[in-house]
């Protein structure tokens, strides 16, 4: 079974740039989720969609952070524009998932993402 | 906020030693979960533990919840050089559909070989 995706591996961009991240997760899993996580710290949930619904954003700053899963399988997260502070790996994770019930998730290898 | 909190942030021992890990919380859970992080690659998932559960096993793994506490024990035996990596605790939040987990910030643990 293929592992979740994400692309691109690396990016380095400067401020006030746009930068976006993409995210395939494993097959058949309705549930994906977004991550920020800061060196040093543990990952921090920013989005979480049930195949093409948000279900939580609650932590996400949308006032430059944005994210989509328009057909309920992909999904990308956008920054516009970029700040210092946004420097971080940003993981995708999925699951089988559905209202209620319990399932692991599983993590893609990240975005390393440095502002300059 | 972080839910969760390792304890030590840094953890180092001999190959072959036992290595302990504990995990405070701060809410109710459901679940709690520990996954492994090796340096610049995405976490695995290594053991959940029921919050209606004391004790579980997974190879050398061995996982303890009390929830009176709200805290939880990893303890990895027989260590490896492979074992050395970030662990992390995470847990849920029980109320409401959204099911993101809430991490702590990891205990760095380095195995000398």
């Known amino acids: 079974e293929a592992g979740v995706a994400q692309s691109p591996r690396y990016k380095i961009i400067e401020k006030r740039q746009s930068v976006a991240f993409w995210c395939n997760p494993i097959?058949?899993?309705?549930?994906l989720y977004w991550y920020q996580q800061i060196l040093g710290q543990g990952p921090k949930l920013l989005i979480q969609?049930?195949?093409?619904?948000?279900?939580?954003d609650s932590q996400l700053p949308k006032d430059r952070f944005s994210a989509e899963r328009l057909k309920g399988v992909d999904s990308t997260l956008k920054i516009q524009p970029a700040k210092l502070e946004d420097s971080a790996v940003y993981l995708c994770?999925?699951?089988?998932?559905?209202?209620?019930?319990?399932?692991?998730?599983?993590f893609g290898p990240g975005t390393r993402l440095l502002v300059l | 906020s972080q839910q969760g909190e390792e304890d030590p942030q840094a953890l180092s021992i001999q190959e072959g030693e036992n290595a302990t890990m504990n995990c405070s919380y701060k809410?109710?859970?459901?679940?709690l979960q520990w996954y492994r992080q090796n340096s610049g690659r995405g976490l695995v998932h290594l053991i959940l533990?029921?919050?209606?559960?004391r004790e579980k096993h997974s190879g050398r793994l061995r996982v303890t919840l009390d929830t009176s506490k709200k805290s939880s024990s990893l303890l990895i035996t027989a260590s490896r050089a492979a074992d050395t990596a970030s662990y992390f605790c995470?847990?849920?939040?029980?109320?409401?559909?959204?099911?993101?987990?809430?991490f702590g910030k990891g205990t760095h643990l380095i195995i000398q070989p």
């Open positions: 995470a847990t849920d939040d029980p109320g409401g559909g959204a099911d993101g987990l809430t």
């Open positions: 097959s058949g899993h309705a549930t």
């Open positions: 969609f049930q195949n093409n619904g948000v279900v939580d």
């Open positions: 994770a999925s699951s089988h998932r559905l209202a209620g019930g319990l399932e692991t998730q599983y």
């Open positions: 533990i029921r919050s209606n559960e």
């Open positions: 809410t109710s859970i459901n679940n």
